[in-house]
């Protein structure tokens, strides 16, 4: 059986298509996908993001805990509302999933998980806390939704209480703070997003999310399903759990080096793994590609290169290019001529450096 959101009904009422993902019933378009991922590029779009699970984490010792658990440093959040995204990985340098931390305070820190990986995750969480005797609280009153676009900060801005609104608007990204919203709601509020647009993601009471989601469709806010969210994160080159990365696969080889925090003195799972690979030579690499000619890239195509075989991890067409654009893991060293195997059929295609798009505009050299 199916997980609902506490917007499912609303959904449902404006025409969406449902599908299964990760076991929830969510909305995948509301009409023309294409249509709503060109609403967020170039003005404002919501998604119902509540399917992710968040997760506090409270103790004397949450921050050592987390240096302990994360491959990037929380050292890094010093300021109360600052944001961090990061891998969780296993002993061989695995992906368990991706996440954002929050700081609210020395022991009490806010995690944002994937919904496909919740129940590892929290075992995961309970296994790694009890030595450092933090809890771990699952918080399912919450909803979550996501407003971006250009034009997103301020449409959410104008249903703020206008002693907040100041305050939220100087939000710098990777920041969050709590507000009050229409009727009085409260909001926790963070400039992070999905998309490679500027924006928020509400994390909203479950009773005031329709509400909300109300207030925002009438402020002008474009209801847009996860078929656009996830051309949205791919254009922006942003990795989706379970397709570019998963618990067999290390950071290096997912192009997330920039997550890795290799600091002195802190010895966080996987790190061994992490070291020891990139001695070695790291043998496999995540690269962009672009397909020029008509077709679509599409997960799990094989990729031919003059150093073996390779595949496609996220492929799709881009609505903002008007051409396929893919992230594709294949062997390390030149890779020569590249070419994909679609049904059969050797198609040359461009490796590029990714991001594809950003600000709704095409990359230099896509």
């Given at each position: 059986m199916t997980d609902k959101t506490v917007l499912n009904a609303t959904h449902r009422s404006l025409g969406a298509r449902m599908v299964d993902f990760g076991g929830w019933?969510?909305?995948?378009?509301?009409?023309?996908?294409?249509?709503e991922h060109h609403a967020v590029r170039r003005d404002a779009g919501m998604f119902d993001v509540s399917h992710m699970t968040v997760i506090d984490l409270q103790g004397a010792r949450t921050r050592e805990f987390l240096r302990h658990l994360l491959a990037n440093s929380v050292d890094k959040l010093k300021v109360t509302g600052?944001?961090?995204?990061?891998?969780?990985?296993?002993?061989?340098?695995?992906?368990?999933?991706?996440?954002?931390?929050?700081?609210?305070?020395?022991?009490?820190?806010?995690l944002v998980v994937n919904a496909a990986t919740r129940a590892k995750d929290i075992a995961w969480l309970e296994q790694q806390a009890k030595a450092f005797e933090v809890e771990v609280k699952e918080r399912p009153e919450f909803a979550m939704i996501a407003v971006q676009g250009p034009n997103a900060r301020a449409k959410v801005l104008g249903l703020l209480n206008e002693n907040d609104r100041p305050r939220i608007e100087k939000l710098g990204k990777f920041s969050s703070a709590a507000a009050q919203g229409p009727h009085g709601m409260p909001l926790f509020i963070a400039r992070t997003g999905y998309t490679g647009e500027d924006g928020f993601e509400i994390i909203v009471p479950t009773e005031h999310a329709v509400a909300l989601w109300e207030a925002l469709a009438a402020a002008g806010v474009a209801p847009a399903g996860l078929g656009a969210r996830d051309t949205l994160r791919l254009e922006a080159g942003m990795n989706l759990y379970g397709q570019d990365m998963d618990e067999d696969v290390l950071p290096w080889e997912a192009n997330l080096a920039w997550t890795i925090s290799l600091d002195e003195g802190r010895n966080f799972i996987g790190r061994a793994a992490l070291e020891l690979q990139k001695a070695a030579g790291v043998p496999r690499v995540m690269v962009g590609m672009v397909l020029d000619d008509k077709g679509v890239l599409r997960h799990g195509q094989k990729v031919l290169t003059a150093n073996g075989e390779g595949e496609i991890l996220s492929g799709s067409f881009s609505p903002t290019l008007n051409k396929a654009v893919a992230f594709a893991r294949i062997p390390a060293g030149a890779p020569g001529d590249v070419r994909v195997d679609i049904r059969g059929r050797e198609v040359p295609v461009r490796l590029v450096k990714y991001p594809f798009v950003r600000d709704g505009k095409p990359c230099e050299g896509i």
């Open positions: 019933d969510m909305p995948i378009n509301y009409g023309s996908q294409i249509e600052k944001a961090l995204y990061s891998c969780m990985l296993n002993e061989r340098g695995g992906v368990i999933d991706d996440l954002i931390v929050y700081f609210f305070d020395e022991a009490h820190f806010r």
